[in-house]
Protein backbone atom coordinates (compact mmCIF):
# COMPACT_ATOMS: atom_id res chain seq x y z
CA UNK A 1 0.00 0.00 0.00
CA UNK A 2 1.69 3.63 -1.10
CA UNK A 3 0.31 6.06 1.80
CA UNK A 4 0.64 8.90 -0.84
CA UNK A 5 -1.65 7.05 -2.92
CA UNK A 6 -4.09 6.46 -0.24
CA UNK A 7 -3.98 10.05 0.75
CA UNK A 8 -4.34 11.40 -2.69
CA UNK A 9 -7.43 8.96 -2.90
CA UNK A 10 -8.73 9.96 0.01
CA UNK A 11 -8.94 14.00 -1.17
CA UNK A 12 -10.13 12.70 -4.84
CA UNK A 13 -13.32 11.44 -2.47
CA UNK A 14 -13.82 14.55 -0.67
CA UNK A 15 -12.84 13.16 2.56
CA UNK A 16 -11.13 14.26 5.32
CA UNK A 17 -7.47 12.26 7.56
CA UNK A 18 -4.56 13.37 9.20
CA UNK A 19 -1.10 11.87 8.74
CA UNK A 20 1.42 11.22 11.80
CA UNK A 21 4.99 11.21 11.12
CA UNK A 22 8.11 10.29 13.43
CA UNK A 23 9.91 13.34 13.30
CA UNK A 24 12.64 12.79 16.04
CA UNK A 25 13.89 10.23 18.09
CA UNK A 26 16.45 9.65 20.71
CA UNK A 27 17.50 6.19 22.42
CA UNK A 28 15.19 2.71 20.94
CA UNK A 29 12.41 2.95 20.30
CA UNK A 30 9.66 0.20 18.51
CA UNK A 31 9.95 2.06 15.17
CA UNK A 32 11.82 4.10 13.07
CA UNK A 33 12.63 7.88 11.99
CA UNK A 34 9.47 8.89 9.08
CA UNK A 35 7.69 6.00 9.70
CA UNK A 36 4.21 7.42 8.79
CA UNK A 37 0.41 6.54 9.67
CA UNK A 38 -2.45 7.67 7.86
CA UNK A 39 -5.66 8.16 10.23
CA UNK A 40 -9.10 8.32 7.72
CA UNK A 41 -11.94 10.23 9.09
CA UNK A 42 -14.03 6.87 9.42
CA UNK A 43 -11.19 5.71 11.63
CA UNK A 44 -9.40 3.13 9.74
CA UNK A 45 -5.74 3.45 9.51
CA UNK A 46 -3.19 3.15 6.82
CA UNK A 47 0.75 2.42 7.67
CA UNK A 48 2.25 2.06 11.43
CA UNK A 49 4.26 4.20 13.43
CA UNK A 50 5.28 1.27 15.82
CA UNK A 51 1.48 -0.04 17.56
CA UNK A 52 0.69 -0.05 21.02
CA UNK A 53 -0.61 3.04 23.12
CA UNK A 54 1.60 5.44 21.39
CA UNK A 55 -0.51 4.11 18.31
CA UNK A 56 -3.82 4.40 20.03
CA UNK A 57 -2.86 8.11 21.28
CA UNK A 58 -1.76 9.15 17.91
CA UNK A 59 -4.88 7.98 16.96
CA UNK A 60 -6.85 9.83 19.15
CA UNK A 61 -5.15 12.90 18.91
CA UNK A 62 -5.07 12.69 14.70
CA UNK A 63 -9.06 12.54 15.31
CA UNK A 64 -9.12 15.81 17.29
CA UNK A 65 -6.52 17.30 14.21
CA UNK A 66 -8.77 16.49 11.32
CA UNK A 67 -11.40 18.41 13.15
CA UNK A 68 -9.77 21.48 13.76
CA UNK A 69 -7.60 21.13 10.68
CA UNK A 70 -4.57 22.37 12.85
CA UNK A 71 -1.22 20.37 13.03
CA UNK A 72 0.21 18.68 16.29
CA UNK A 73 3.55 17.81 17.72
CA UNK A 74 2.96 14.82 20.46
CA UNK A 75 6.09 13.86 22.66
CA UNK A 76 6.23 10.61 24.09
CA UNK A 77 8.52 8.98 27.19
CA UNK A 78 8.64 5.39 26.80
CA UNK A 79 10.84 5.12 29.53
CA UNK A 80 9.52 7.23 32.33
CA UNK A 81 5.67 5.96 31.61
CA UNK A 82 4.78 2.51 31.94
CA UNK A 83 1.85 2.87 30.14
CA UNK A 84 3.90 3.21 27.02
CA UNK A 85 5.16 -0.79 27.34
CA UNK A 86 5.29 -2.53 24.59
CA UNK A 87 6.94 -5.51 25.54
CA UNK A 88 10.36 -4.54 24.19
CA UNK A 89 13.20 -3.50 25.05
CA UNK A 90 12.83 0.34 24.35
CA UNK A 91 13.62 3.47 26.80
CA UNK A 92 13.86 6.16 23.78
CA UNK A 93 11.63 9.14 23.72
CA UNK A 94 10.17 10.31 20.63
CA UNK A 95 8.20 12.88 18.42
CA UNK A 96 5.50 12.45 16.68
CA UNK A 97 4.08 15.19 14.15
CA UNK A 98 0.63 15.27 12.66
CA UNK A 99 -0.64 17.41 9.72
CA UNK A 100 -4.62 17.53 8.70
CA UNK A 101 -4.90 16.39 5.05
CA UNK A 102 -8.20 17.87 3.79
CA UNK A 103 -10.09 17.41 0.85
CA UNK A 104 -10.02 20.47 -2.06
CA UNK A 105 -11.94 23.46 -0.90
CA UNK A 106 -14.72 23.73 -3.37
CA UNK A 107 -16.39 27.03 -3.87
CA UNK A 108 -19.46 27.49 -6.58
CA UNK A 109 -20.04 31.29 -7.68
CA UNK A 110 -23.69 31.51 -8.79
CA UNK A 111 -22.91 34.72 -10.96
CA UNK A 112 -20.35 35.66 -13.41
CA UNK A 113 -21.17 39.53 -13.59
CA UNK A 114 -18.52 41.83 -12.05
CA UNK A 115 -18.13 40.75 -8.44
CA UNK A 116 -18.39 37.13 -9.49
CA UNK A 117 -15.06 37.67 -11.83
CA UNK A 118 -13.13 39.45 -9.12
CA UNK A 119 -14.00 36.77 -6.53
CA UNK A 120 -12.83 34.28 -9.03
CA UNK A 121 -9.74 36.02 -9.59
CA UNK A 122 -8.59 35.94 -5.80
CA UNK A 123 -10.06 32.72 -5.02
CA UNK A 124 -7.76 31.19 -7.40
CA UNK A 125 -4.87 32.68 -4.97
CA UNK A 126 -6.49 31.47 -2.47
CA UNK A 127 -6.59 27.60 -3.53
CA UNK A 128 -10.02 27.15 -4.35
CA UNK A 129 -11.43 24.93 -6.80
CA UNK A 130 -13.32 27.26 -8.57
CA UNK A 131 -16.70 26.26 -10.24
CA UNK A 132 -18.69 29.23 -12.26
CA UNK A 133 -22.15 28.73 -12.95
CA UNK A 134 -24.08 31.50 -14.98
CA UNK A 135 -27.49 31.24 -17.18
CA UNK A 136 -25.48 33.67 -20.00
CA UNK A 137 -22.58 31.50 -21.87
CA UNK A 138 -21.63 35.32 -23.05
CA UNK A 139 -20.47 35.14 -19.73
CA UNK A 140 -19.73 31.70 -18.17
CA UNK A 141 -17.18 30.27 -20.54
CA UNK A 142 -13.72 29.30 -20.80
CA UNK A 143 -12.28 32.10 -22.29
CA UNK A 144 -13.21 34.43 -19.11
CA UNK A 145 -12.40 31.84 -16.51
CA UNK A 146 -9.47 30.48 -17.99
CA UNK A 147 -8.35 27.95 -15.16
CA UNK A 148 -12.02 27.32 -14.03
CA UNK A 149 -12.95 23.85 -12.23
CA UNK A 150 -15.59 23.94 -14.04
CA UNK A 151 -17.89 25.84 -15.92
CA UNK A 152 -21.55 25.48 -16.23
CA UNK A 153 -23.34 27.68 -18.79
CA UNK A 154 -27.03 26.31 -18.24
CA UNK A 155 -30.22 27.62 -16.66
CA UNK A 156 -29.84 27.33 -13.27
CA UNK A 157 -32.05 24.21 -12.64
CA UNK A 158 -30.11 22.47 -14.92
CA UNK A 159 -26.83 23.43 -13.40
CA UNK A 160 -28.32 22.15 -9.77
CA UNK A 161 -28.70 18.73 -11.13
CA UNK A 162 -24.97 18.56 -12.50
CA UNK A 163 -23.75 19.75 -8.78
CA UNK A 164 -22.96 17.78 -5.08
CA UNK A 165 -21.31 20.02 -2.77
CA UNK A 166 -20.04 18.53 -0.09
CA UNK A 167 -19.83 19.32 3.71
CA UNK A 168 -16.49 21.20 2.49
CA UNK A 169 -18.18 23.53 -0.09
CA UNK A 170 -18.92 27.21 -0.42
CA UNK A 171 -21.62 28.22 -2.37
CA UNK A 172 -21.35 32.27 -3.37
CA UNK A 173 -24.71 33.47 -4.81
CA UNK A 174 -23.95 36.73 -6.99
CA UNK A 175 -25.99 36.25 -9.91
CA UNK A 176 -27.50 39.68 -11.84
CA UNK A 177 -30.84 39.83 -10.03
CA UNK A 178 -33.43 39.21 -7.26
CA UNK A 179 -35.43 36.12 -8.89
CA UNK A 180 -31.90 34.01 -9.52
CA UNK A 181 -30.67 35.01 -6.13
CA UNK A 182 -33.88 33.40 -4.59
CA UNK A 183 -33.65 30.61 -6.84
CA UNK A 184 -30.46 29.83 -6.30
CA UNK A 185 -30.88 30.41 -2.06
CA UNK A 186 -33.89 27.88 -2.60
CA UNK A 187 -31.25 25.12 -3.48
CA UNK A 188 -27.92 26.12 -1.88
CA UNK A 189 -29.75 25.86 1.66
CA UNK A 190 -31.10 22.42 1.08
CA UNK A 191 -27.47 21.28 0.49
CA UNK A 192 -24.90 20.04 2.96
CA UNK A 193 -22.71 23.04 1.66
CA UNK A 194 -20.49 24.17 5.21
CA UNK A 195 -20.68 27.92 4.20
CA UNK A 196 -23.78 29.73 1.50
CA UNK A 197 -23.44 33.60 1.39
CA UNK A 198 -26.06 35.98 -0.82
CA UNK A 199 -25.13 39.39 -1.92
CA UNK A 200 -27.73 42.06 -1.22
CA UNK A 201 -28.98 44.19 1.02
CA UNK A 202 -30.68 43.41 4.46
CA UNK A 203 -34.00 44.57 3.11
CA UNK A 204 -33.85 42.49 0.02
CA UNK A 205 -32.33 39.66 1.74
CA UNK A 206 -35.73 39.92 4.19
CA UNK A 207 -38.09 39.85 1.16
CA UNK A 208 -36.25 36.72 -0.43
CA UNK A 209 -36.05 35.06 3.23
CA UNK A 210 -40.11 35.60 3.59
CA UNK A 211 -40.99 34.51 0.23
CA UNK A 212 -39.06 31.31 0.77
CA UNK A 213 -41.18 30.46 4.05
CA UNK A 214 -44.23 30.92 2.26
CA UNK A 215 -42.97 28.21 0.12
CA UNK A 216 -42.44 26.51 2.93
CA UNK A 217 -39.05 26.54 2.91
CA UNK A 218 -38.26 25.88 6.49
CA UNK A 219 -36.79 28.78 8.59
CA UNK A 220 -34.17 27.02 10.48
CA UNK A 221 -32.82 26.68 7.32
CA UNK A 222 -31.57 30.15 6.69
CA UNK A 223 -29.77 29.93 10.32
CA UNK A 224 -26.17 29.12 8.56
CA UNK A 225 -27.14 31.23 5.49
CA UNK A 226 -24.81 34.84 5.71
CA UNK A 227 -26.07 37.65 4.13
CA UNK A 228 -25.15 40.35 3.27
CA UNK A 229 -22.45 38.20 2.52
CA UNK A 230 -18.63 39.58 3.36
CA UNK A 231 -17.35 40.73 6.33
CA UNK A 232 -17.97 44.48 6.83
CA UNK A 233 -14.65 46.55 5.25
CA UNK A 234 -16.54 49.21 3.58
CA UNK A 235 -16.03 47.91 0.37
CA UNK A 236 -18.05 49.41 -2.60
CA UNK A 237 -16.52 48.37 -5.99
CA UNK A 238 -16.76 45.10 -7.34
CA UNK A 239 -13.16 44.30 -6.63
CA UNK A 240 -13.54 44.98 -3.15
CA UNK A 241 -16.50 43.33 -2.39
CA UNK A 242 -15.00 40.25 -3.61
CA UNK A 243 -11.92 40.71 -1.14
CA UNK A 244 -14.58 41.04 1.90
CA UNK A 245 -16.27 37.85 0.41
CA UNK A 246 -12.79 36.00 0.43
CA UNK A 247 -12.02 37.73 3.79
CA UNK A 248 -15.38 35.42 4.93
CA UNK A 249 -14.84 32.09 3.04
CA UNK A 250 -10.84 32.32 4.65
CA UNK A 251 -12.43 32.51 8.15
CA UNK A 252 -15.00 29.60 7.68
CA UNK A 253 -12.39 27.82 6.22
CA UNK A 254 -9.69 28.51 8.60
CA UNK A 255 -12.53 28.18 11.49
CA UNK A 256 -11.94 30.88 13.37
CA UNK A 257 -13.18 30.82 17.01
CA UNK A 258 -14.93 34.28 16.99
CA UNK A 259 -18.75 34.26 15.53
CA UNK A 260 -19.28 35.39 11.88
CA UNK A 261 -21.94 37.53 10.87
CA UNK A 262 -24.65 35.37 9.42
CA UNK A 263 -28.70 35.04 9.83
CA UNK A 264 -28.28 35.32 13.11
CA UNK A 265 -29.66 38.74 13.15
CA UNK A 266 -32.82 38.07 11.16
CA UNK A 267 -33.84 35.63 13.51
CA UNK A 268 -33.52 38.33 16.30
CA UNK A 269 -35.40 40.56 14.79
CA UNK A 270 -38.42 37.84 14.01
CA UNK A 271 -37.98 36.67 17.71
CA UNK A 272 -38.30 40.65 18.60
CA UNK A 273 -41.28 41.01 16.19
CA UNK A 274 -43.16 37.94 16.95
CA UNK A 275 -42.92 39.12 20.48
CA UNK A 276 -43.95 42.55 20.19
CA UNK A 277 -46.98 40.86 18.54
CA UNK A 278 -47.49 38.92 21.35
CA UNK A 279 -47.06 41.88 23.59
CA UNK A 280 -49.35 43.69 21.16
CA UNK A 281 -51.92 40.69 21.37
CA UNK A 282 -52.15 40.51 24.74
CA UNK A 283 -52.60 44.09 25.72
CA UNK A 284 -55.82 44.02 23.36
CA UNK A 285 -56.98 41.70 24.79
CA UNK A 286 -56.82 42.97 28.60
CA UNK A 287 -58.34 46.21 27.38
CA UNK A 288 -62.22 46.47 27.96
CA UNK A 289 -63.73 48.18 25.19
CA UNK A 290 -65.45 51.07 25.56
CA UNK A 291 -69.59 50.42 25.00
CA UNK A 292 -70.86 51.86 21.82
CA UNK A 293 -72.59 55.27 21.96
Known amino acids: MDLYEEIVQLRKDGRRGAVA???NVRGSIPSFRTAKMLVRDDGSIAGTIGGGCVEAEVWQAAREVMESERPRTLTFDLNNDPKYDTGLVCGGTLEVFLEPILPPAE????????VGASLYQIAQILGFDVTMVDDREAYANRERF???HQIIAEDFEKAFAQLSPSE???IVIVTRGHREDMRVLRWAVQTPAGYVGMIGSKRKTIKIFEELQKEGVPAKLFDRVHAPIGLDIGAITPEEIAISIAAELIAKRRNVERDLPHMSWFQRRQSVT???????TAETQSTPRKPAD
Open 146 to 148: PHA
Open 168 to 170: SSH
Open 274 to 280: DSDQRTL
Open 107 to 114: LYIFGAGH
Open 21 to 23: TIV
